[in-house]
């Protein structure tokens, strides 16, 4: 692809108009990362971790900062640049020029074993070895890759991808433009037992997951049914791999949580919460809009909107920074005090 | 349904006659959670949390905790009410009676691929695409659902379910009433390598994993088999989805273990542990009976029976609350000690 | 099979020619753990802590440390017994004697679905309802198990294992003599997505997998793909169950990661790493050769060469073990600095 090409491409998409670059138009075959860059592709500077790469990559192109000098380094050692406010955004529309992950052409594959009563939109792809109980709806575009399994009763809307191996349980609904991952579980029976002195007592669980439109969930990951009523993940939110939703849980819009997050029963996430990878947090605690909370955080308690918390149990990050600061100087804290009583005494 | 012909079906249920209920008898459609309870259905108020929920809701017809006050309320509200001494347990008896979960009738599906050597039980369901290698043996009234694998020599006890994509590997022996979920592995090899100068040499795991009666394993968990031995999770144990058990695990009756727990090699777990989320368990660590562990707790330690442990390291629960209430006071403490050993000085 | 025979079949594995048995020579009929150990079996004396048991156990022959004291006490009880410097790596030359784990004869399943344009080496064996798509090859003697899904342009070489229900993404390249095991994901996309002011834009993961020779990938673990690039895992690193692996990932050789180990994206992992169960690395973290990091840890920054690291914020392991062994007299401490603090004044 031209370089011009790509600009031309690009700059319909920056709402901004401001896309910089200069006027080289080479050839470009694929885009690489800036650590092992070749020529004849197009690479992408990241902070300033990699600035110094301007002056030695053999990359024939290359997303910038919008920053002068390093323009300038480009432009004389012939390397064609770009540049905008989000030069990430830009490295991610770039990569689409070059790249689209696989999807099949619509067809039903014959060895899919579908119910009679099924309803198939347009243009959809059901691969091999796919199971659809009775009275599921999928919609138009819609693609499901082999071997996924879907139960009775489960609503799909359009342009939704299940990749294989993942299993969508009875009444499950998923809206348009979700993407499920491998050996994803969703509308699977909550974890709902009452203790008796005979034993646990197993609690049906009668209601039913809810994904709204543009929702991705991460492979292996789960997201469970609850006793009553739903399970609901909100509009863009974005889930990791092996992330574990229990029953009940109400997530807002566009959050995103990393991989093994776990959220316990009745947990409610407001809107555009970002959870770092392996947080837990504990039965119907509410986390506030925009609330953020880092790697293997415990949350035990309700998060206020906003709010960053880190450690556990969870604490407001910026005292965290301090104490864990301190838990190290523990043992030297702790002779100095017997040094100190000893002293008064 | 009518509401008398619930407290019908629940009398003989509720083992110390001690079922509670006003006279009215309106119809329900079904059951609904508290926060979004529908005119002619069913709710349950759980707690001090929702008791006032009794004189706004429009349910028309709530199970309630043993509370005259409540009681008394509601019938003035010309609310039907049931109660008992453990209205959870009524909660999870009355589902039941609107809703059981998706279970196919028996029948082995012509898509199921299945060796000649396997013995079938009566009543059996096979969904498509199941694989069964050889000298496996399902009970009677088995549910397999659509594209499990089992591999050879496995048992499965009576009235068992199998949910899709879960894998039971070699030898596994699973008892009646099982719930495996979706995408399960159980016993896969345990994860064993001794160390050489050459590098890792494989350990093969020539041991087998014991699934005892009314154990439930939550989906994309893992039970691991042992190199010789077995792995044994005792009688009606229920794990919660993303659980790991490696190989020699002994583990008792009656635990419950939530979601994303990990055990580490030959740990020993005795009856009625509770093991919140994200909990990990050292190598060959031995817990007692009735021993509870809270959210994220890192047990490196034997724990007495019916203690009850928190934090990482884990520490009694009671310690642990007065420790992590002071931890955010490590900086504040931190600057005292500097100020007395000035003064001192 | 004789214990002369198993003495036969040792010698040779035994690089320093140090193995030490006496002459009885039993039948044995199988292996056996020695909290459990019978009649006619060989068990394993691993460690101080089973040392005692040679003098009650009614297992026939012994693997024993090189311990003339245990020897000795063997001999005097008619048990055979046969030992050298790495008794652990015995243990398991010896289960191999008596036991292989379940791997069909070569054939293709005729109910498997595979893309005319793959390439299949010699001796392979294709499973029930496998989906291999376009431009797949697989290597001589490699084995893919019922139920397994692989997407175009995967590479994966001799001698392979896939167990059932697993899914190999578009352009993983897996090398020889590796082992997926079951519900594994690997090659998926990466987690990659661009806050903008219109929510998350889906950044496309053009790069791929690479598993070098020797990897194993435990159940349900997830091994993502990046955006551009390669995720690396080198030779002969072993991960265990639900383990993930993000983005980017570069991972040496050798390494050894237990179960639930979360590598945030960009990690870099040198060589003979162990990372103990739950540990979580943040972003573009480096961890030298021969670190240690023990269970739970959680690591912000990078870790030395040889380094052993605990904690949450991760430090070096014996400053944490020092520092926890004092946090648990926090509330201690906290009461000391009041009353030393009123003395003062």
New interface residues.
């Given amino acids: 692809m031209k370089f011009s090409q790509i600009i031309k491409n690009l700059n319909p998409l920056i709402s901004d108009h401001s896309l910089n670059y200069n006027t080289y138009d080479p050839d470009l075959l694929g885009?690489?990362?800036i650590?092992?860059a070749k020529s004849e592709t197009i690479?992408?500077i990241e902070g300033d971790k990699f600035a110094n790469k301007v002056n030695d990559t053999v990359a024939t192109a290359l997303i910038l900062p919008n920053n002068k000098k390093l323009q300038e380094d480009s432009t004389q050692r012939n390397i064609a640049w770009l540049s905008c406010q989000?030069p990430?955004?830009l490295?991610?529309?770039t990569?689409?020029l070059?790249?689209?992950?696989?999807r099949p052409q619509p067809a039903i594959?014959p060895?899919a074993?579908i119910d009679p009563s099924v309803i198939i939109g347009r243009e959809v792809y059901v691969?091999?070895?796919v199971?659809i109980?009775k009275n599921v709806s999928l919609g138009d575009h819609t693609c499901i890759?082999?071997?996924v399994?879907i139960?009775?009763e489960v609503k799909i809307g359009k342009n939704t991808l299940l990749?294989?191996?993942?299993?969508i349980?009875?009444r499950t609904q998923i809206g348009n433009n979700c993407v499920i991952?491998?050996?994803a579980?969703i509308g699977?029976?909550g974890?709902?037992?009452?203790p008796?002195p005979q034993?646990?007592?197993?609690?049906?669980?009668?209601?039913y997951v809810i994904l709204e439109d543009?929702v991705?969930i991460?492979?292996?990951?789960?997201v469970?049914r609850?006793?009553?009523?739903t399970t609901r993940i909100g509009k863009?939110t974005?889930l990791?791999?092996?992330v574990?939703i229990?029953h009940?849980c109400q997530i807002g819009?566009?959050c995103?949580m990393?991989?093994?997050v776990?959220l316990?029963g009745g947990v409610t996430v407001g809107n555009n919460v970002i959870l770092?990878?392996?947080v837990?947090i504990?039965n119907q605690a509410i986390i506030g809009d925009g609330a953020i909370a880092s790697?293997?955080a415990?949350i035990?308690q309700n998060v206020a909107p906003g709010e960053v918390v880190s450690?556990?149990?969870a604490?407001s990050h910026s005292?965290y920074l301090?104490?864990?600061a301190?838990?190290?100087?523990?043992?030297e804290?702790?002779q100095?005090?017997k040094k100190?009583?000893k002293?008064?005494d």
């Fill in positions: 885009i690489t990362p650590e092992e690479s992408y989000n990430r955004l490295f991610a529309q990569i689409a070059f790249y689209q992950p696989f594959h060895q074993i691969g091999a070895n199971v109980e890759m082999p071997n399994v139960y009775p990749h294989s191996n993942c299993t349980h009875e991952h491998s050996g579980a699977a029976e974890f709902g037992f009452v008796t034993g646990w007592y197993k609690m049906e669980q009668s209601g543009g991705e991460g492979c292996n990951s789960a469970d609850p006793s009553v009523g863009n974005k990791d791999n092996l574990h229990a009940s819009e566009n995103a990393a991989a093994q776990g316990a770092a990878g392996q837990g504990a790697a293997k415990g035990h450690g556990y149990p604490i005292l301090k104490a864990a301190i838990y190290k100087r523990l043992p804290m702790y100095t005090i100190l009583t002293l008064l």
